[in-house]
DNA sequence: TCAATAGTGTCTATTAGACAATATACT
DNA sequence: AGTATATTGTCTAATAGACACTATTGA
């Protein structure tokens, strides 16, 4: 019979993007600090075994972590790929399904997670930081293809809580690609490409109210016909 | 012990698309016509279970696949994704790790495969069978990820054997995008994205001789600023 | 010479970005 | 009024695409 083979373990992880503090943070954890397992007391991403019983798919079993560390329900979601190979986890042959959520700002940073084991790190931090198995390279896969996004996608917006501000909008895009944006520019190429729906308008502490904005599908982003320009 | 989970199935397929007769095509297997397979005697995508002794790594894997059905040993090789659920493979709860790969014109079609029991076939025509397992989801999924990758990088040139010369892959492109494109426009495009580098003059059947190219990296394409515009 | 294809040049419509000007909020 | 921010308008430089023109091959 074929399915006689050998089967490698199977695992899922989960990459939860939000802003904290006007910085891109991730949320890590630590593996446990008992000898039996690997990596012990290492940070590690959020994740685990595919439960056969639970889970009825990759998907779901992502949504499920999500939901136990974070309690978001509906994030924007994205499969990054997979990591498998025999000597990522001493335990054996193992392959992981990695995933990346982006999330808005929980209120109470720590509290939400329900556990110390789990920490809102910079983005910066934790790929400086040694992570177990081979999370860190995953973790450098995720940052290139978030960034790489987003230069040419509205995937910054899955990050501010609705309804929220073009301006606030455009401080999330600059944050992330860590330089400035010209402003007239930046609404045009928001209000043209179309995901946005008026929301009322919302007004801050200081200075003139601003319009707010919805996104219409917060699965889907959208793609703008060009890059931000790079300064010469 | 945290490894005492029941495992799911793990597998790996793989797409390998290539340019015969003028059209894009990709190379499909038949399952075989046993009553204990799944989807007896059904179109499917090369693949089959990771073999924890054989294989390295999924992507080792997944080269070992190409290799077995067209020779192939250094083809362009992406990871497209997982799909991995209780429901997709009747032996059980499984996740499959899809690439793509494109190849160059096989030289002898069918006998590069030396089985008749693999086939080159339009995508178009492949995207209308009803293949085993959830392979059309995937193969839809490979289709849109390679047609949208067309409109702003350079992944065509791998479909090509080197040296090629700019029309020919201004005709590759056309191809893939089902329209036409302007030829100034294209070369200048992709002559500025600095991924070719001139290989000597190369003559076709008739007309002037043209500069042959060769992709400087042929692991990595390049990225263009902009889409292709659409025609108002 | 012609036919066929490769490669270049010129023009124009579009538009992203720079930046100035205006509008609206709060104190 | 004055300050702070949001929003709009104008100008300009860059450039993709349209298309005509020139160059080079073989017959």
Redesign the pocket.
């Known amino acids: 019979m074929t399915t006689d083979f050998k089967r490698p373990l199977v695992t899922v992880d989960v990459l939860i993007f939000a802003l904290l503090d006007e910085a891109l943070k991730i949320l890590l954890v630590r593996r446990p600090d008992e000898p039996g397992d690997p990596f012990p007391g290492r940070w590690a991403l959020p994740g685990g075994f595919v439960d056969v019983a639970k889970d009825r798919s990759l998907q779901d079993c992502a949504v499920r972590k999500l939901r136990e560390k974070t309690g978001v329900r509906t994030p924007y979601l994205e499969q990054l790929g997979s990591w498998g190979d025999a000597e990522r986890d001493p335990r054996g042959w193992s392959a992981t399904h990695a995933y990346f959520a982006l999330i808005d700002a929980p209120q109470r940073a720590g509290a939400d997670t329900g556990a110390a084991d789990a920490q809102w790190i910079q983005v910066d931090e934790a790929a400086r930081k040694r992570l177990a198995f081979d999370h860190s390279q995953i973790l450098a896969a995720a940052l290139e293809r978030l960034r790489g996004k987003v230069e040419y996608t509205s995937l910054p917006a899955f990050l501010l809580s609705e309804p929220f501000?073009?301006?606030?909008l455009q401080h999330v895009y600059e944050v992330v690609l860590g330089r400035p944006?010209?402003?007239?520019?930046?609404?045009?190429?928001m209000l043209?490409a179309g995901f946005l729906q008026e929301a009322g308008?919302v007004?801050?502490p200081?200075?003139?109210?601003?319009?707010g904005y919805g996104v219409i599908d917060r699965q889907q982003f959208a793609v703008f016909?060009?890059t931000?320009?790079t300064?010469p």
């Open positions: 501000t073009l301006p606030q944006l010209d402003k007239s520019a930046f609404r045009k190429r043209d308008m007004d801050g200081f200075g003139r109210t601003a319009m016909p060009r931000f320009k300064k």
